[in-house]
């Protein structure tokens, strides 16, 4: 599937740089990133399936957000350094796992090659229940949305992926999908070669959140990726791209670089 794209920046001889959101995100969630490298690099970021501007599909599974990738990449010189944040970054390393040919340099936002047992159901749920009867502000959706959830910064990262324009209003979201393959997007896919990516691959996390503490998951990391780097960022959760932009931009770029 081709994905739609926000391309900026030139490429300078360069492999271009494919940045890849998480769930219920979008090509602007990292648009810091994004400004950050495309001074001096051809940048490519991407609505993943059943997100933003992109095609629906049923299959939301991992390989199959990988072959999408893979598609972007080839349609773009065949060789790309990748960036992708939570299910971006378990979709970028199942394509550095089973192309690696197709990856020159791998960098993970809070995300380790592991099945989770958290889930964002009732993120789904709570999208699938908005009142979109004759919604036309985004405040008000924001006001409706706050009878299923409590946090204001997740309601506001939710919304945009409302599309207010639309008439009727919708989800750009495939939430029907997203339910039904919430144990895929959580999980990590069975038979995928350990140590098959072997070149420089850069794992932050914030120092705050869960995903990829020291452990099991840092573990299962370098299990995955002999040349990996861990660093954390302190004071900042899952969401480290959006509470430390600059620290995050920094080490990224100084990675890619």
């Not at 993970?108 to 090659?113: K, S």
């Not at 405040?139 to 946090?151: F, G, I, P, Y």
């Not at 997740?154 to 939430?175: E, H, I």
Request: charged residues 25%; glycine residues 10%; negative net charge.
């Amino acid at each position: 599937m081709m994905l739609n794209t926000i391309i900026s920046g030139e490429d300078h001889g360069l492999p271009p740089v494919v940045l890849v959101h998480g769930l219920f995100g979008s090509a602007k969630n990292l648009g810091g990133l994004e400004r950050r490298l495309d001074g001096g690099r051809k940048v490519i970021a991407v609505d993943m399936r059943n997100h933003g501007d992109s095609p629906h599909d049923p299959d939301h599974s991992y390989p199959a957000l990988a072959g999408d990738l893979a598609e972007v990449i080839k349609a773009h010189g065949g060789v790309a350094d990748i960036v992708g944040h939570s299910m971006g970054g378990k979709a970028a390393m199942v394509l550095a796992l089973s192309r690696p040919e197709m990856v020159r340099r791998l960098a993970v936002l809070d995300i380790a090659p592991f099945g989770y047992s958290h889930s964002q159901q009732e993120y789904v749920d709570a999208m699938l229940a908005l009142d979109l009867d004759g919604l036309r502000l985004r405040s008000e959706a924001d006001k409706r949305l706050a009878q299923h959830v409590d946090e204001p910064g997740v309601r506001a990262f939710l919304l945009q992926s409302l599309d207010l324009k639309a008439d009727p209003p919708r989800w750009k979201l495939n939430l029907p999908v997203l339910s039904d393959q919430m144990a895929l997007l959580t999980g990590w896919p069975d038979g995928l070669p350990k140590r098959a990516f072997e070149g420089p691959a850069l794992f932050l996390a914030g120092g705050e959140s869960d995903y990829a503490s020291p452990g099991a998951r840092a573990d299962a990391i370098r299990d995955y990726f002999p040349q990996a780097e861990l660093q954390y960022i302190p004071n900042c959760g899952h969401w480290l791209h959006a509470e430390e932009p600059k620290r995050v931009a920094d080490a990224v770029a100084a990675f890619l670089d």
